[in-house]
């Protein structure tokens, strides 16, 4: 992944991306305010945009159309079972949440209790809520490093989640995180079933494996 240096003076003005491979990470000298990471990332759409514990910040490609359909899917199924169920909220992809270490980021779908959720006050709900969903969901697409996402899984953990899935399209498989305990993989699985805080919540996968080629 490439470094580049971006000054305070223009930290919150569109950055020039051209020719430069992504994702990007930008190291700014004084890092990104709340409000500042806000209007840098409504500047530079359609780019998604994450804060590092260290302030450092990543720029990652939107997804293809392929990637896109995976995405809402997912996110669809855990946004209507959470509305049945009523025991708290879902987000998409566009959501970030500032997490105890420091760093800023952005599942492709989470689920947050309405307890918790509701303790936030509507300034925290408004900006980045300052806090790690229960259970989150990351889906990996073409554009993504698979060893990348792994370690990101792993920072969800360290920072609170309880569950949390990584389905891979690309490879075919889907891995099931939970703190403390080893990762479980499935290759190609036809359902998966939330536990812990999701108990009840399934999702059939599958429409997101690749077809096999003889």
């Known amino acids: 992944m490439s470094i580049v ?25 004084v890092p990104l305010s ?39 899917l997912i996110a669809s199924e855990l946004y209507i079972w959470a509305r ?8 998409g992809s566009n959501t970030g949440f500032n997490l105890p270490d420091g760093s800023c980021l952005s599942p492709d ?15 925290q709900q408004i900006g980045y809520p300052p806090l790690c969903p229960e259970f989150i969901i990351e889906v990996r697409s073409q554009s993504d490093s698979r060893r990348l996402l792994d370690l990101k899984m792993q920072l969800w953990l360290e920072n609170g989640a309880q569950l949390a899935w990584l389905i891979d399209p690309i490879d075919g498989n889907a891995s ?3 703190a403390g305990v080893p990762v479980e993989a499935l290759s190609r699985p036809e359902l998966l079933q939330g536990t812990g805080p999701v108990a009840g919540f399934e999702l059939g996968t599958t429409r997101l494996w690749p077809i096999a080629t003889p």
């Open 5 to 29: 240096e971006h000054t305070s003076e223009t930290r919150a003005l569109q950055f020039n991306l051209t020719g430069l491979p992504l994702p990007l990470s930008i190291r700014p000298a």
């Open 34 to 72: 709340d409000e500042e990471l806000m209007r840098f990332s409504e500047t530079n759409k359609p780019w998604k945009i994450e804060r590092n514990k260290e302030g450092e910040l990543t720029v990652m490609t939107p997804v293809g159309g392929l990637g896109g359909t995976h995405e809402v």
């Open 84 to 91: 049945t169920d009523g025991r708290g909220l879902a987000f």
């Open 109 to 123: 779908a989470a689920w947050l209790s309405l307890p918790r959720w509701n303790a936030l006050t509507s300034e």
């Open 176 to 178: 099931i995180f939970h």
